[in-house]
């Protein structure tokens, strides 16, 4: 057994302290949203693959060193058979303030009850339009109507928070904010509209001619909509602005147009086992290989986890104008 040292907080080399971890459980997925995936994946095989024992395993270990807040995501989660009862183990875990899942929706109308008993508390879910031809489009694979009884089937469990995540692209979506916005503010739940970020070479649009910075999204809300800036911090990427008159909280995750790397508290595990340092970076360390190397050895696996604070890079380096550095797709990386 090695001996970890009196300190265990994970800190990286500029004093960010990571107290968030996002979680790969699977790379695969019912849609294959243009912007995430190629239309011919090819998925990892098994043996690649984490099995739930070890997510479990390497979620204990982090929690033990002070994260806590876990996000699950994928690939599509709610397709990983025994996602759910992994959930509710994670969420069993000493020390862990918050789980939550980041799902397109598409199993929520038959999982949204069993989601909630797990323990999840905050579901985000993804929706780039209401409209079902671009939905199609867009999804390749999705149906806008299932996804849309999803909602209301969380809705109705009564979640603490639901936030609807829509990545806009110029010319596919971008006439749609102001329909989103109001889908929110009917429906009581928030939004996020995230910018493209250029993990993975796609094949249905060109990145730069589809990039739609956040500041127009704003313009074009403000059209329809007052948007009072809020104070509250989330400490995530997220700016967030209050739909005036409602409850719905409007945010912008900016990766090109407003860095927010400095208060960066997250690492990400793909489903292989990599700890990814940051998420337009390839830093990372192979926790699978510690964990295999060295089953039951706790500690090793937390001084593997310590050390990889060390390279943490200090920002992103998304440059939409070049062909992606990261060949990673989102789905493999935990969006
Ligand atoms: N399948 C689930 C979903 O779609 O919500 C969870 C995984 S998905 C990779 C997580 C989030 O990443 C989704 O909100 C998705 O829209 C977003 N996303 C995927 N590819 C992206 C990209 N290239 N740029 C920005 N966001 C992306
Ligand atoms: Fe699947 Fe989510 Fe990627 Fe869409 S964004 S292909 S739903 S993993």
């Given at each position: 057994m090695t001996s970890l040292p009196?300190?265990?907080?994970?800190?990286?080399?500029?004093?960010?302290?990571?107290?968030?971890?996002?979680?790969?459980?699977?790379?695969?997925c019912d849609f294959r949203c243009v912007y995430c995936m190629a239309e011919d994946m090819t998925f990892l095989p098994r043996s690649q693959v984490l099995t739930?024992?070890?997510?479990y395993t390497l979620a204990h270990g982090f929690v033990e060193l002070g994260v806590k807040k876990i996000r699950v995501t994928g690939g599509e989660p709610l397709v990983r058979k025994g996602a759910l009862d992994l959930l509710a183990n994670i969420g069993a875990l000493e020390g862990l303030k918050e789980l939550v899942i980041t799902t397109?929706?598409?199993?929520?109308?038959?999982?949204a009850s069993q989601l909630k008993e797990s323990g999840v508390k905050r579901i985000n879910i993804s929706l780039d339009t209401l409209d079902s031809d671009k939905f199609k489009a867009i999804t390749r694979t999705g149906d806008l109507q299932?996804?849309?009884?999803?909602?209301?089937?969380?809705?109705?469990e009564g979640f603490e928070?639901?936030?609807?995540?829509?990545?806009?692209l110029k010319g596919r979506n971008?006439?749609?904010v102001n329909n989103l916005v109001q889908f929110a503010v009917d429906n009581e739940i928030d939004i996020s509209f995230i910018e493209e970020m250029p993990l993975g070479i796609v094949t249905q649009h060109d990145r730069t001619d589809a990039y739609y910075p956040s500041h127009l999204i704003q313009a074009d809300l403000a059209q329809q909509f007052a948007l009072i800036p809020s104070i509250e911090k989330t400490g995530g990427p997220s700016n967030y602005f209050k739909v005036a008159g409602t409850q719905t909280r409007v945010g912008f995750i900016s990766p090109h147009s407003d860095n927010f790397c400095s208060t960066c508290n997250r690492v990400r595990l793909?489903?292989?086992?990599r700890l990814l340092l940051c998420l337009g970076n390839e830093h990372s360390v192979d926790l699978k290989a510690v964990l295999r190397a060295y089953p039951g050895d706790s500690d090793k696996l937390k001084q593997a986890i310590i050390d990889a604070m060390l390279i943490k890079p200090e920002k992103h380096e998304f440059n939409?104008?070049?062909?992606?550095?990261?060949?990673?797709?989102?789905?493999?990386?935990?969006?």
């Open positions: 009196s300190s265990t907080a994970l800190i990286d080399r500029f004093g960010r302290k990571v107290d968030y971890l996002r979680i790969s459980i699977t790379d695969r739930l024992e070890e997510i397109n929706g598409s199993q929520l109308k038959s999982l299932d996804v849309l009884e999803g909602i209301q089937a969380a809705k109705a928070r639901i936030k609807i995540n829509a990545v806009i971008h006439l749609e793909t489903v292989e086992g939409i104008h070049e062909q992606p550095i990261i060949l990673r797709y989102m789905n493999m990386t935990g969006g």
